[in-house]
T-cell receptor
Framework: DSGVTQTPKHLITATGQRVTLRCSPR?????VYWYQQSLDQGLQFLIQ???????AKGNILERFSAQQFPDLHSELNLSSLELGDSALYFC????????????FGPGTRLTVT | AQSVSQHNHHVILSEAASLELGCNYS??????LFWYVQYPGQHLQLLLK??????LVKGIKGFEAEFIKSKFSFNLRKPSVQWSDTAEYFC?????????????FGSGTRLQVQP
């Protein structure tokens, strides 16, 4: 157990819908990273937040957005869902903003039908 | 842009065989290197990491990796694999000193250990 929690574990929804994935970092960690793991794209970085502020953006679609709240948990919002958005979404946390050691959560498996 | 290549996509070994998984990265600056393991249905777990110093790094579960700067490589090794090592292995790199804090992952190597 890494100490990073993610909910829900599984999510099945239809195309065009919007979902919210939630992540709670390890106690004391200020940075949260979101990654997407899909069969065709592999593991890709989406976005990083540090202490409530966006720090870095990767291959995140405009239909996707995220935020980090004052209690440091983070939410990833995915809207206008397409079949190709089906993937495992991982959250990772690290103590500082440098990302030298990231601890991963169990992931949320999103299936878009 | 930095990238990570893992040349072996699927490796099948018998128990007690030795393992070496290749990882090469393309980035000219100072990097941090990582190997993560993902057991079936589970999250990514850190096996080992290299930031600086001794290029031979020892991790958990008997794994080690060697950083060869001239070859831009960070290969993972284990002298004798067990059935429980069956998993997917990912090499990753970041470069915080240049602002690249997020991990760039290789495509992964699926290891299957046969009893």
């Amino acid at each position: 157990d890494s100490g990073v929690t993610q909910t829900p574990k599984h999510l099945i929804t239809a195309t065009g819908q919007r979902v919210t994935l939630r992540c709670s970092p390890r106690s004391g960690d200020l940075s949260v990273y979101w990654y997407q793991q899909s069969l065709d794209q592999g593991l890709q970085f989406l976005i990083q937040y540090y202490n409530g502020e966006e720090r870095a953006k990767g291959n995140i679609l405009e239909r996707f957005s995220a935020q980090q709240f004052p209690d440091l948990h983070s939410e990833l919002n995915l809207s206008s869902l397409e079949l190709g958005d089906s993937a495992l979404y991982f959250c990772a946390s690290s103590a500082d903003s440098s990302g030298t050691e990231q601890y991963f959560g169990p992931g949320t498996r999103l299936t878009v039908t | 842009a930095q990238s990570v290549s893992q040349h072996n996509h699927h490796v099948i070994l018998s128990e007690a065989a030795s393992l070496e998984l290749g990882c090469n990265y393309s980035y000219g600056g100072t990097v941090n290197l990582f190997w993560y393991v993902q057991y079936p249905g589970q999250h990514l777990q850190l096996l080992l990491k290299y930031f600086s110093g001794d290029p031979l790094v020892k991790g958990i579960k008997g794994f080690e990796a060697e950083f060869i700067k001239s070859k831009f490589s960070f290969n993972l090794r284990k002298p004798s694999v067990q059935w429980s090592d069956t998993a997917e292995y990912f090499c990753a790199v970041n470069a915080p000193s240049t602002g690249r804090r997020a991990l760039t992952f290789g495509s992964g190597t699926r290891l299957q250990v046969q009893p």
